[in-house]
């Protein structure tokens, strides 16, 4: 969660909402993220799509089930989908997003019968380093 932290103030020293990402394989760290949406002009941009479109790539599967993904921020429904999608074994989150988060909060994505593949998910984790993170920038756009 460290490194997901560091890639998260990372995309906030290039004015992008700090939000990382990293996706681990037998303790290996195999993608790393920060958020991009305002970088690439992508509103798919998300730390949680970068880096596992970067783990699929460098693996060569577009599933990753011995793969634990760990982010600042509860994901969002369209993250949510990706995780389910690549079969992600873990997921743990830092802060949690009441707004627009979709783990938790809103939708809870993995709860639902349309959800076919859930990740075993444990939240709060870097919880104040993450929430401190992104109340220090919205605060500094205010
Ligand atoms: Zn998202």
């Not at 998300?46 to 479109?53: C, D, P, T, V």
């Not at 444990?122 to 401190?132: C, D, M």
């Amino acid at each position: 969660m460290d490194l997901a932290l560091a890639a998260a103030n990372i995309a906030g020293q290039s004015g992008e909402v700090p939000i990382g990402c990293v996706i681990v394989r037998a303790n290996e760290v195999i993608a790393t993220a920060g958020n991009r949406t305002l970088t690439d002009r992508d509103p798919t941009a998300h730390a949680e799509l970068l880096a596992i479109r970067e783990a699929a790539q460098k693996l060569g599967s577009e599933r990753l089930p011995d793969c634990d993904l760990y982010v600042t921020l509860e994901p969002c429904t369209m993250c949510a989908g990706a995780i389910s999608f690549a079969r992600i074994r873990r997921l743990y989150f830092g802060a949690f997003d009441p707004k627009g988060g979709a783990v938790e909060s809103g939708v809870r994505f993995f709860g639902q019968p349309t959800c076919h593949h859930a990740p075993e998910v444990y939240s709060g984790v870097g919880e104040r380093e993450a929430a401190t993170m992104l109340r220090a920038f919205f605060r500094a756009r205010r």
